[in-house]
């Protein structure tokens, strides 16, 4: 089984910053791609970021390009998620996960995925 911890979310005004962590463990890291979900209250779970465990190639949806910066560490097995310029359309209950499948591929359907951590809350007020 594979398990995610989420934190460092919080209350932030718009145009504020936060950073999100993800401590994951369970299957090898190299082989998977990692990434960001989020999702509000009445909501479909909709995909942010992803990146390549090996190369660190990243992959952003157009609404937060330019404005969040995705990263991880390898020697502790953390996903990062850099929020800047933050809008209230930012605020939701975000999810890091990992690829269900070896490659490059990081699928934006949340029915793809068996595993969720608990999330964490990002709140941003106009």
């Known amino acids: 089984e594979v398990q995610f911890v989420e934190s460092g979310g919080g209350l932030a005004q718009a145009g504020g910053s936060l950073r999100l962590s993800c401590a994951a463990s369970g299957r090898t890291f190299s082989s998977y791609s990692m990434g960001w979900f989020r999702q509000s209250p009445g909501q479909e779970r909709e995909f942010v970021a992803a990146?390549?465990?090996?190369?660190?190639?990243?992959f952003y949806t157009d609404s937060v390009m330019g404005r969040f910066t995705l990263s991880r560490d390898t020697d502790k097995n953390t996903l990062y998620l850099q929020r800047d310029s933050l809008k209230s359309d930012d605020t939701a209950l975000y999810y890091c996960?990992?690829?269900?499948?070896?490659?490059?591929?990081?699928?934006?359907?949340?029915?793809?995925?068996?595993?969720w951590g608990q999330g964490t809350q990002v709140t941003v007020s106009s």
């Open positions: 996960n990992q690829a269900p499948t070896t490659g490059w591929g990081f699928p934006p359907q949340a029915s793809a995925y068996d595993y």
């Open positions: 990146i390549t465990w090996d190369v660190g190639r990243t």
